[in-house]
């Protein structure tokens, strides 16, 4: 018996749900009046990612605006603060539930492999919380409201694009727990 079969799925759909709790929160709560408010999408919603003009673009806005600016930090003193966590969470005990024994093609991972594919939530979590800290000193009168600035956009990209793996990942496990025994020694 491995570790991830000892994780009851209702904990996992629990954190799932209080996940999309919270998300719901964040999108009807602030995003959509803030969009309303300015016209404009809040820069976290930016799957795509950003450059520096939306960046200025937006503290430009925040400064004519301040109730697009109280939307946006309330945003991030609330829902924001405790949703990369909760993601976090779920990713890695996702990723822990659909843990296989970890082979490529028939041959063994590398244990430090192994290892990564397990940080991976950490990375986003850590990016995530990066994104909002540096939105939070971007969009202020901080002095280094332009360093932040500048680091913010690749913020952004590193927390979609360790999602996106995360996701990858999990996806390549489901598939691999649903395949015959026979099929799994050729993966």
Not at 7 to 15: E, F, H, K, N, V
Not at 17 to 32: D, E
Not at 107 to 116: D, E, I, Q, S, T
Not at 138 to 163: E, H, I, N, V
Request: glycine share 6%; hydrophobic share 55%; proline share 6%.
């Amino acid at each position: 018996m491995n570790a991830g079969s000892r994780i009851p799925i209702w904990i996992i759909a629990l954190l799932a749900a209080i996940c999309l709790g919270v998300l719901a929160w964040t999108t009807f709560g602030f995003v959509v009046p803030f969009k309303h408010e300015t016209g404009l999408a809040i820069l976290d919603t930016y799957f795509a990612g950003y450059d520096d003009l939306a960046v200025g673009r937006m503290q430009r806005l925040l400064v004519q605006n301040e109730t697009a600016d109280r939307l946006l930090r309330a945003m991030y003193s609330g829902p924001e603060l405790v949703f990369p966590a909760l993601l976090t969470a779920l990713l890695l005990l996702i990723l822990i539930k659909l843990r296989s024994d970890v082979s490529y093609f028939g041959r063994p991972v590398p244990p430090l492999v192994a290892k990564l594919v397990y940080a991976l939530p950490f990375v986003y979590g850590i990016a995530d919380y990066g994104e909002n800290i540096s939105s939070l000193i971007a969009f202020g009168d901080s002095g280094s409201a332009d360093l932040a600035a500048q680091l913010l956009p690749w913020m952004t990209r590193l927390k979609f694009a360790s999602l996106l793996i995360c996701l990858i990942v999990i996806v390549r496990f489901a598939i691999f727990r649903l395949m015959p025994p026979s099929d799994q020694e050729t993966r």
